[in-house]
């Protein structure tokens, strides 16, 4: 039995017990349903509670250890000169006999041995399943009928179903949260490796980035050089572009939509505005690529100037195009919550609309404002495939726009694509910069809060 189909039967049951643990409700009432404490839904939700999430626990736990289990069997069955195999022969061995159990290409013709152990994997997976399925039905029907003989007017259904609600919102909570911690010591312990073995202030204040590291010393290029400014100096120019398109483009478009433009109007524009941000980043790519870039390089040449074909001017430009809804829906957000009193109080005092949006609305609104800006550039900082594709590969430590840069997200990617050794230098650089860069991103999250909290105006 499939984990998908036992999830579909305790669905079921849990169905069943919702239907039984609500008429149940109504027979202990016998009519008077002011004599129950909950609502006879309450009492239906708790049976389905009771029926379904003990069994899902179990499923849920089982799941998670039978692979280990399993393994461990078949490993202790295996003849005693595979068992004496070295760990990274004996993990081939154990891969051969998941891939034949599974129907995969295995790394050599299966001697008997190992087809006995599939063998005897494969008969041990279906125990397992057949247990786990007859376990978890039993535990689904124990639980309802618990629940269901332990159904009186008295009972506290709700406050019941309410805390195991309770309880389900912060197990969520804490799912997201040790993620999020997770990912943080992932990338910290391999970045701390990294360190190891390149200095760390040659890393933050290093001005070239050749992370090219030889397998021979006498070969070119044996010592590699991790300096990470120009990758931040290429990041921060490219973004800097892309917050001079998207900005004023963006906060005009909010103040139109939402202080100028008609209810219909808007109606039509808002969401035509936002198909922006639903485009993949691969398609501006291709735009950028393939249109804005040699406009840029023509158009320059026509005039004398010397422009790359992948130049940062490029990236920044198609980029800031697709932050604009960003910017745009949430600066219309902030300014629609400022309340309607400030501008009928500004008009009626004899300011005009245009006024009344500097002198009341615009500062009334900023707080969310400059939030909204700083959260767009912390989308710009971590844009990949624009950049890929517009400005280039190349870390050059320069100023112009016309030039080809890369980003650190650029970078990351290119260090992690391929069969990499993940204990040189030059693999574990990724981690680095992933770790500098979410600090920079933490950061200006971190402001745009203190500014949103510190100035924002709070009307009754």
């Known amino acids: 039995m499939s984990a998908n189909l036992l999830v579909i039967v305790l669905l079921v049951m849990s169905s069943v017990g919702y239907y039984l643990g609500r008429r149940r409700a109504f027979t202990v009432a016998r009519g008077k349903l002011r004599t129950l404490h909950s609502l006879p839904g309450y009492y239906g939700l708790y049976v389905a509670i009771w ?32 068992r004496s195999l070295g760990p990274d022969r004996l993990n081939l061995v154990v891969n051969d006999i998941r891939n034949l159990v599974a129907g995969n290409i295995v790394s050599g013709e299966p001697s008997p041995a190992i087809r006995a152990a599939a063998e005897h994997y494969r008969a041990l997976q279906s125990f397992s399943h057949a247990s786990l ?48 911690i997770g990912i943080v010591l992932s990338v910290l312990f391999e970045s ?75 109606a039509y524009a808002k969401p035509l505005l936002e198909i922006l941000a639903g485009i993949p980043t ?3 790519g291709f735009f950028a690529a393939l249109t804005v870039a040699p406009a840029i390089r023509t158009a320059g040449a026509s005039i004398g100037l010397d422009v790359a074909s992948e130049s940062a001017l490029a990236a920044g430009l198609v980029m800031g195009i697709m932050i604009i809804p960003f910017v745009s829906s ?82 990351i990617v290119t260090l992690l694509v391929g069969d990499q050794e993940f204990d040189s230098p030059k693999t574990l650089a990724a981690f680095a910069l992933g770790l500098l860069l979410f600090c920079v991103t933490l950061v200006l999250n971190v402001i745009a809060l203190y500014i949103v909290r510190k100035y924002r105006e709070q009307y009754e």
């Open 51 to 82: 029926c379904a999430l003990p069994a899902l626990l179990i499923v849920g736990a089982w799941s998670a250890l039978e692979g280990s289990v399993v393994t461990n069997l078949v490993v202790s069955s295996l003849p005693e000169e595979l």
């Open 133 to 180: 399925f007859v376990l978890a039905i039993v535990v689904g029907l124990i639980g309802a009928a618990i629940t269901l003989t332990r159904t009186h007017p008295k009972q506290r259904a709700r406050n019941a179903v309410e805390s195991v609600a309770t309880w389900v919102l912060i197990a969520c909570s804490g799912v997201a949260i040790l993620t999020t």
């Open 282 to 284: 691969v398609v501006y």
């Open 330 to 411: 949430l600066s219309d957000d902030v300014i629609n919550a400022v309340p309607q009193s400030l501008r009928d109080g500004a008009l009626g005092m004899g300011a005009t609309p245009s006024e009344t949006i500097q002198r009341v609305i615009f500062p009334a609104a900023l707080p969310g404002i400059v939030g909204a800006i700083l959260l767009a550039v912390s989308r710009a900082i971590g844009e990949t495939m624009i950049v890929v594709m517009a400005a280039g590969l190349a870390a050059n430590l320069t100023a112009n726009p016309f030039q080809a840069v890369t980003t650190v997200t650029v970078q």
């Open 192 to 266: 701390i490796r990294f360190f190891r073995a390149v200095p760390i202030t040659e890393f933050l204040f290093g001005l070239s980035w050749s992370p090219q590291i030889a397998l021979r010393a006498d070969q070119v290029g044996s010592s590699g050089a991790f300096g990470a400014v120009p990758l931040f100096a290429g990041t921060l120019l490219i973004t800097l572009i892309a917050m001079l398109v998207a900005v004023p483009i963006g906060l005009m478009s909010a103040i139109y939509l939402s202080e100028y433009a008609t209810p219909r109007v808007r």
